[in-house]
């Protein structure tokens, strides 16, 4: 079909207002809006000001009302027990209903927070709309987070509640939660009043008297009593939750998210950018602790009237890198969202895609990527092995919802590998030197939004609206700037070359770490890798790059290298000074899959740098310092 992006995009543009107009009669309101957009509100404007509204009513109680009480809304997967959970949306609504009566007797009302940190357990999900439910705001904290990174989320949200479990499950390990917890309380300078305790049977855990309850006694105990909690209303500038940036030192930033926008914009995005209709089954891989985890793990779908599968497991090693296969088949999932990242994996473990056919994927329409940038190589094998459009995306924690996309609802456009497509109704993407004034086409800058953002976007940080300002909007002002550095081609098209801080600048050439990698990525060889710049006395920078090999590779690493570096030499040219590649076992990631390409680089260059609070396995950083010392490289 004939995409309808380009006439639905200049709808938005010549009148943004009647179109978010538009687009809020897809959401029940208590009261509708008296303003589509104050400029007034806020740091930057509010959208729906003067409307009421509840998250919860419009992903449950709707649906259980308008006749989907008996579809499945919640399918939760787990890789780690071998055991499947379902829940009808019927099914889902008492339990959510069960849990904020708990909640509202420990005294949880309008506005309070609530801290959740918890495993990928369906009561993850349940205890977010528990808390939108009641107008109470979450705070979901990655489960397994160490406790000081807790303790620092705990002082700057202020629960009156929290939410956790006994323990998280990864490959081979269980992880205690309730050590962390209870370390977490103790730093603090904020105690809550209550902590709510799920049991695990893989690992239970001590509760404190007086302080801690059990989820499952507490939730069964309302449910016998018939106990009912309404849906309280909210105005749709309202905060649903506080969701912490990944990585933060010192004072964490709290991303705000609104009632109102937010469910404007996901609702929105379900269908148009996604493709997907009421009743189909979505897949997020993700985790309920990042981002994509509210947005299209939790709400979107449900929001939508979808079937969401939540998976508790790996892309490899759970116990197969065949297990997304399986999770498909067994769901019937039309569309998986996944990060770049977990393909590489998959790729590196099973190059031919051996495991593919094994599986009925009839079913299965759409993959899309997003988190970080997927190399073209990842892109065509993942086209290759599935027989599907995959569609690379680009947002952000603060936007909530991609800014960039090929929207499959509106009709694919052409894919430009190595873009993550074309901006969304609601992004005016402009591309700015450092001086703040805009380039042309086809040249690196920096990637700015022009205010307004739109619906569903951070309207502001958690009780910091200065530094809002400061971290966002002071550097080039109109604009929002997303730290991102990327061109715009003459199509219109977006390419995100590396976050600003990751261009780096040999003997005065911008030159994009992320090129470079997309180079390193055709390697037939090459898994994964990554390129970071390094101190050179002569050149200011040069380029290092480190590469993981796919499983069997059995030649010489050396000759290898050789060749990934002539590679980038004959596409990127002698001005890269691109000489050094260097085999790794593995790349050190965040749990949400982002290289941890800053502190690379700091063990590279012999700087001070601390243990990131996000790192999937710190193991793996004491393996890079011992690469790197083998060739004399930051020892």
Not at 236 to 241: E, F, I, S, V
Not at 402 to 407: C, E, G, L, V, Y
Not at 550 to 578: C, K
């Amino acid at each position: 079909m004939a995409s309808r992006y380009h006439e639905i995009y200049d709808g938005w543009k010549r009148d943004p207002e009647a179109f978010w107009a538009d687009a809020t009669q897809a959401i029940d309101w208590y009261r509708p809006a008296d303003t589509i957009f104050d400029p007034a509100g806020g740091v930057y404007g509010r959208w729906f000001t003067g409307a009421t509204c509840n998250t919860c009513f419009n992903a449950v109680d709707r649906h259980v009302d308008g006749g989907r009480a008996d579809q499945l809304a919640l399918i939760h997967d787990s890789a780690m027990t071998g055991k499947v959970q379902k829940f009808t949306f019927a099914e889902l609504k008492r339990e959510v209903v069960a849990l904020a009566s708990v909640l509202r007797n420990q005294g949880v009302q309008k506005g309070d927070r609530v801290i959740l940190y918890m495993p990928m357990v369906p009561e993850a999900a349940i205890a977010m709309l528990a808390c939108a439910r009641l107008g109470a705001v979450h705070s979901v904290v990655f489960g397994g987070f160490a406790a000081r990174e807790l303790a620092t989320r705990i002082d700057d949200a202020r629960p009156k509640v929290i939410v956790s479990a006994s323990c998280g499950l990864e490959p081979g390990r269980v992880v205690p939660y309730k050590p962390l917890l209870d370390g977490a309380i103790e730093l603090s300078r904020h105690k809550p009043d209550r902590c709510i305790i799920l049991q695990r049977d893989e690992l239970r855990c001590e509760l404190i008297d007086g302080r801690d309850l059990d989820y499952a006694d507490a939730v069964a105990r309302e449910r016998a009593a018939g106990a009912n909690v309404d849906c309280v209303p909210v105005a749709a500038t309202d905060p649903l939750y506080v969701l912490y940036t990944s990585g933060t030192t010192g004072q964490p930033k709290g991303v705000v998210r609104d009632n109102g926008g937010h469910m404007v914009m996901l609702k929105w995005s379900m269908e148009n950018e996604f493709g997907v209709k009421p009743g189909e089954v979505f897949w997020a891989a993700s985790d309920v602790g990042w981002v994509v985890g509210h947005s299209y793990i939790v709400y979107a779908p449900l929001l939508h009237g979808c079937t969401t599968v939540m998976f508790e497991g790996k892309p490899v090693g759970t116990p197969d890198a065949g297990t997304f296969w399986r999770v498909i088949a067994d769901h019937g999932v039309v569309a998986l969202f996944t990060a770049p990242t977990a393909f590489r994996a998959i790729k590196g473990q099973d190059p031919r895609g051996e495991f593919v056919p094994k599986y009925d994927l009839s079913k299965f329409r759409t993959l899309f990527l997003a988190g970080e940038r997927a190399d073209p190589e990842t892109v065509k094998w993942a086209e290759q092995k599935l027989g599907v459009p995959v569609i690379d995306h680009w947002w952000q924690t603060e936007t909530g919802a991609p800014i960039t996309q090929n929207p499959v609802g509106l009709g694919m456009l052409p894919v430009k590998y190595g873009s993550p497509g074309v901006p969304m109704p609601g992004y005016d993407i402009r591309v700015l030197d450092d001086a703040g004034h805009e380039v042309p086409r086809d040249t690196l800058g920096n990637v700015v939004l022009k205010l307004p953002l739109p619906p569903g976007c951070l309207p502001t940080l958690w009780n910091a609206d200065r530094r809002f300002r400061q971290a966002y909007l002071d550097e080039f002002p109109g604009y929002y700037k997303t730290a991102d550095a990327g061109i715009v081609d003459e199509d219109g098209y977006l390419f995100v070359m590396a976050r600003t801080d990751d261009i780096i600048n040999v003997a005065g050439h911008r030159l994009s770490t992320g090129a470079m990698e997309e180079v390193l990525a055709e390697h037939p060889d090459v898994a994964e890798c990554a390129v970071i710049g390094i101190a050179d006395a002569m050149k200011g920078q040069v380029p290092l790059g480190f590469v993981v090999l796919n499983a069997g590779v059995s030649r010489e690493h050396a000759e290898i290298e050789r060749e990934a570096v002539r590679l980038v030499r004959d596409r990127i040219g002698p001005v890269a000074a691109f000489k050094t590649v260097v085999t790794i076992k593995r790349l050190p990631k965040t749990r949400s899959g982002k290289i941890l390409r800053g502190t690379m680089q700091k063990i590279a260059d012999r700087e001070d740098w601390t243990m990131p609070a996000t790192i999937d396995d710190p193991a793996i950083l004491e393996e890079i310092a011992a690469a790197l010392g083998t060739r004399n490289i930051g020892s």
